[in-house]
């Protein structure tokens, strides 16, 4: 008498469901793990996004800067030829000394502003008295 083989484990079209629901799950990890990774490569991106935007942010603060202090330079510059037009009107106004033949190598240029120096020093001087004086309470 022969028998037949006996089952052993679960039945083919169960195995056969439960490789394919394992086959599916493991897909289905596969993928949340590549979201997982896609989304860590976004947030290091939006993490250096912001950074990009403040160094930007820094750039426009220099760069108005900049062209604050560029406009500024240019109009140094266009009065240069009014400061020197009016240093050459001044100069040819001033008398040579006589002995200018003489030392031309030596020679300095003459004093286009005058300013009174004894004045100030007389100035200067009444001021520290007063402070002086208020001081020693007189």
């Known amino acids: 008498m022969s028998f037949a083989p006996r089952p052993t484990g679960f039945p083919s079209h169960i195995r056969a469901s439960s ?29 250096l996004s912001a950074g990009l935007a403040g160094q930007m942010q820094q ?3 220099k760069l108005a800067t900049l062209s604050n202090g560029t406009e500024a330079v240019a109009a140094v510059l266009g009065n240069w030829h009014n400061v020197l037009r009016a240093i050459h009107m001044a100069s040819a106004k001033i008398p040579r000394p006589e002995n200018a ?17 004894q004045e100030a020093e007389d100035a200067q001087r009444n001021a520290a008295a007063a402070i002086a004086a208020e001081a020693t309470g007189e």
């Open 59 to 61: 750039l426009e603060d």
């Open 101 to 117: 033949g003489e030392e031309d190598g030596d020679a300095l240029p003459q004093t286009l502003v005058r300013i009174p120096i």
């Open 19 to 47: 490789l394919a629901g394992s086959t599916q799950s493991s897909a289905l990890q596969s993928r949340i793990n590549e979201k997982k990774v896609e989304l860590e490569n976004l947030r290091q991106l939006r993490d």
